[in-house]
T-cell receptor, first 113, second 109 residues
Framework: EAEVAQSPRYKITEKSQAVAFWCDPI?????LYWYRQILGQGPELLVQ????????DSQLPKDRFSAERLKGVDSTLKIQPAELGDSAMYLC???????????FGPGTRLTVL | GEDVEQSLFLSVREGDSSVINCTYTDSSSTYLYWYKQEPGAGLQLLTYIFSNMDMKQDQRLTVLLNKKDKHLSLRIADTQTGDSAIYFC?????????FGTGTSLTVIP
């Protein structure tokens, strides 16, 4: 069964450092999502791509976060500089289209010291 | 997000039925979902229901939807220790997903 891949699974960094997370969606899925999940809470959408275009980044802290999906396939989420409050699980999901069911990857657990 | 509400904790004995409840916000939501998250892992889609349905059954899982009250429930029959996890309901509206805070289910052997 096809799965969403994410790497790394765990990342520990010091505040003010740069971090990057990678996501490879299920093949053929045009829509890709990045979510942040703070411990004890549900996922919150950071950015949504349709192919290579951003369709919603209203909740993305653009002063420090950036996301790209240059060829409309895999995607990278970057944080620079990382802050203590960025410690969370970062989840990637994909769907065939924006009105279809989302499938999630295993997530990247970020700890900022 | 967007005030999709769930109770935080539920404990049941192995073999009993579990019922996890969710109240969502928008009666125009088209699909409602249940996801399962095990410790340190991503979200696994369990089941979903279209808003014009009242009930959906899938093996041990039964989803009930009360659209008038905007209430969704997930019943797990014959709950097993492997069902211990956090369960999230989510509503889809305007092609965005809004998740509840999750219900932590503990199954006692």
């Amino acid at each position: 069964e096809a799965e969403v891949a994410q790497s790394p699974r765990y990342k520990i960094t010091e505040k003010s450092q740069a971090v990057a997370f990678w996501c490879d969606p299920i093949s053929g899925h045009a829509t890709l999502y990045w979510y942040r999940q703070i411990l004890g809470q549900g996922p919150e959408l950071l950015v949504q791509f349709q192919d290579e275009s951003v369709v919603d980044d209203s909740q993305l802290p653009k002063d420090r976060f950036s996301a790209e999906r240059l060829k409309g396939v895999d995607s990278t989420l970057k944080i620079q500089p990382a802050e203590l409050g960025d410690s969370a699980m970062y989840l990637c999901a994909s769907s065939l289209a924006s009105d279809y069911t989302q499938y999630f990857g295993p997530g990247t657990r970020l700890t900022v010291l | 997000g967007e005030d999709v509400e769930q109770s935080l904790f539920l404990s049941v004995r192995e073999g009993d039925s579990s019922v996890i409840n969710c109240t969502y916000t928008d009666s125009s939501s088209t699909y409602l979902y249940w996801y399962k998250q095990e410790p340190g892992a991503g979200l696994q889609l369990l089941t979903y229901i279209f808003s014009n349905m009242d009930m959906k059954q899938d093996q041990r899982l039964t989803v009930l939807l009360n659209k008038k009250d905007k209430h969704l429930s997930l019943r797990i029959a014959d709950t097993q220790t492997g069902d211990s996890a956090i369960y999230f309901c989510a509503e889809r509206k305007a092609n965005q997903f809004y998740f509840g805070t999750g219900t932590s289910l503990t199954v006692i052997p």
